[in-house]
């Protein structure tokens, strides 16, 4: 990578490098856990808008707020911030 961003450099090309850190996928082992354990999972202030009571037709029987593959963090919490953090 060092090695492109010099090429990208050297030829007048800037390099922009772009994430989205606080979203992970349905994978995730916390959601999972989530998932299988629901209100009583330990990991449930890990993600926003999670609703227990809401009918949802799409591969959870829950609502979290969840983008196509992925679900956000919630980075109010330390538990939630701590993730960012590498």
Request: charged residues 25%; hydrophobic residues 50%.
């Amino acid at each position: 990578m060092i090695g492109l961003a010099e090429q990208l450099h050297e030829n007048k090309i800037k390099l922009v490098l772009d994430g989205v850190f606080n979203h992970v996928g349905r994978n995730f082992f916390a959601f999972k856990d989530l998932q299988l354990n629901k209100d009583v999972s330990v990991y449930k202030e890990w993600f926003c808008g999670v609703d227990f009571e809401a009918i949802v037709f799409i591969m959870m029987d829950f609502i979290a707020d969840c983008k196509p593959c992925s679900v956000t963090i919630n980075i109010d919490i330390p538990d939630g911030s701590d993730l960012l953090i590498v």
